[in-house]
């Protein structure tokens, strides 16, 4: 049974830091990916990462300040977060696909978790 389970979500303080992780369990993946969804608005990309980690790419409102990386040996995914602004405020997902490539194309992936909430105060 594949699953995917987000954590370190959390709240804090605008211009503050945050890791999430990913970890599945199941299978392993070439390409992974974070999306997030805030109240109100549809689910978007914030960034994806190949098997080797080096392919990746990022939504133009996180570049710079996050960083997606993985841990093959764990089976893991991460997004560190950095000088976060209360419009990063959502629920952020970790998705994984089958296919070899990555994407930002929420459609193309197969598995989702269930969520972590982060809340950015102003």
């Known amino acids: 049974q594949v699953q995917l389970v987000e954590s370190g979500g959390g709240l804090v303080q605008a211009g503050g830091s945050l890791r999430l992780s990913c970890a599945a369990a199941g299978r392993t993946f070439s390409a992974m990916a974070w999306f997030r969804q805030a109240p109100g608005k549809e689910r978007e990309f914030v960034a994806t990462?190949?098997?080797?980690?080096?392919?990746?790419r990022y939504a133009d409102s996180v570049k710079g300040r996050f960083t997606i990386s993985r841990d093959n040996a764990k089976n893991t995914m991460f997004l560190q977060m950095n000088s976060l602004k209360p419009e990063d405020t959502a629920v952020y997902y970790c998705a994984a696909r089958v296919g070899p490539t990555i994407s930002r194309a929420l459609g193309e992936y197969d598995y989702w978790g269930q969520g972590t909430q982060v809340t950015v105060s102003s």
């Open positions: 990462i190949s098997w080797s980690g080096y392919a990746t």
